[in-house]
């Protein structure tokens, strides 16, 4: 079993910053990419950002510039630092990573959601 637990996310007023942190736990023995999606609210979810196991990142039109994802291996986690902050980012934000695990002696890449945290930002 392999949990993915969010934090970080919070109310900001526009202009603001925040800081989003994602670590994996459990039964894996390695991660490939990591992302982040949200969904704003009556909205279906959206990819914000990815980045790969080697570091490559890949960010969407809406956060380019603004937004910068980062991970660290040696503590299985992903970073999404968020500036300048606009009240249309608004939304749940969660994490997703596909994760190599042991199943029945073989090994297999499954795709993993965490819980989602709540970013709100004020105009």
């Known amino acids: 079993q392999v949990q993915l637990v969010e934090s970080g996310g919070g109310l900001v007023q526009a202009g603001g910053s925040l800081r989003l942190s994602c670590t994996a736990s459990?039964?894996?023995?390695?991660?490939?990419?990591m992302s982040w999606y949200r969904q704003p609210p009556g909205q279906p979810r959206e990819l914000v950002a990815t980045?790969?196991?080697?570091?490559?990142?890949n960010y969407a039109d809406s956060v380019k510039g603004r937004f910068t994802i980062s991970r660290d291996n040696a503590k299985n986690t992903v970073y999404l630092q968020m500036n300048s902050l606009k009240p249309e980012d608004t939304a749940v934000y969660y994490c997703h990573a596909v994760v190599g695990v042991i199943v029945h002696s073989t090994p297999s890449k499954y795709g993993y959601w965490g819980q989602g945290t709540q970013v709100t930002v004020s105009s």
């Open positions: 459990g039964r894996l023995f390695k991660i490939d990419d």
């Open positions: 980045i790969t196991s080697g570091g490559s990142t």
